[in-house]
């Protein structure tokens, strides 16, 4: 008997679904309206041996304690900071993501946020699509990355994978997360503060979760300053986006380029307004190639899990 799998979140994968759907019996709360989500859940919540989401969806601990024969959770994505460890645990419930296969995808996407803001490239598009150039207005010069300071916040993978993009336009690079990285020649300097300070552009790469929600609050974007520019490639919880609207709004800082938000889909009116931002719809992983290995990763994990051998990317 195939087992009984219960799907949260989309799956933007074809080849995930096809593989899905042809190892086992698979319950799609996703393809639902909201309205309907929670009776169609609790319908199939008795034979749900396993649940495949995503980072941001995650799963409630509410959600574990209505599936009684929950064996696994498999996220399609790196970010587990949605899925409640203390329940988990205490069920024995296994829990697995796809690092690594995303990493170039999402490094590439950041360094686009940052330089899309250092050349304004958002304005520049608008300018020539308003006619602007035909009517010969001033362009106001943009800064070179060449010399300028990036400050990584969160040097893991990614983090590092954004560093020797990074240093490719000669850029000085440092970076801050609580532990030392071994092997490698950035400078880690002392605290997110000093980092802030010390740099033009602060790439944020941590993890999401309660340890670093609101890390990038008003005093650190004081610190990187009215001329210093926030790239967000890693969770929208990071950074209190009340006191990023309010520090881009009052000039304290000089710009934004966000591909995560704290209440996604939604993006207050405040923020999409401002000049001197670049938006992205949290799409760093969404190419093509990225999609299918991760979607893979999810397959593989769950093939494992049901055939008791090792699973290829545990969490907990």
């Not at 949260?8 to 074809?14: E, H, R």
């Not at 008795?46 to 799963?59: E, P």
């Not at 005093?219 to 990187?224: E, G, R, T, V």
């Amino acid at each position: 008997m195939r087992p009984d799998i219960l799907v949260l979140g989309a799956l933007t994968s074809p080849h995930m679904l096809q593989q899905l759907e042809a190892g086992f019996t698979c319950h799609h709360a996703w393809r639902l309206p909201a309205a309907e989500q929670e009776a169609f859940i609790a319908s199939v919540a008795g034979k749900a041996r396993a649940v495949v989401t995503n980072g941001g969806l995650g799963i409630s601990r509410e959600l574990i304690a209505q599936l009684p024969a929950i064996e696994i959770i498999a996220v399609n994505g790196i970010g587990v900071d949605a899925v409640p460890f203390d329940a988990t645990r205490a069920r024995g419930i296994a829990v697995t993501n796809t690092p690594g296969v995303l990493t170039d995808d999402v490094a590439d996407l950041g360094v686009l946020l940052l330089m899309a803001a250092a050349r304004r490239l958002p304005w520049l598009d608008s300018y020539v699509r308003r006619g602007d150039w035909d009517a010969k207005k001033p362009i106001a010069p943009a800064l070179s990355l060449r010399g300028k300071v990036a400050g990584i916040f969160g040097f893991g993978r990614i983090g590092q994978a954004i560093s020797h993009r990074l240093a490719a336009f000669g850029m000085r690079l440092c970076y801050y997360q609580p532990n030392p990285v071994a092997g490698t020649d950035v400078e880690r300097v002392g605290s997110l503060h000093e980092l802030a300070e010390r740099c033009d552009y602060l790439v944020v790469a941590a993890p999401g979760g309660e340890r670093t929600r609101h890390s990038i609050d008003g005093s650190i974007l004081d610190a990187l300053g009215p001329t210093g520019t926030l790239v967000n490639i890693a969770r929208g919880s990071v950074v209190d986006e009340a006191a990023l609207i309010a520090a881009l709004t009052e000039g304290r800082l000089g710009a934004a380029a966000l591909d995560v938000f704290e209440d996604e889909p939604h993006v207050p009116e405040a923020l999409r307004a401002l000049p001197n931002v670049v938006l992205t719809p949290h799409v760093a992983s969404l190419t093509v190639e990225t999609r299918q290995a991760m979607g893979q990763l999810v397959v593989d994990n769950l093939l494992a899990h049901f055939a008791g051998k090792p699973l290829p990317t545990p969490v907990a």
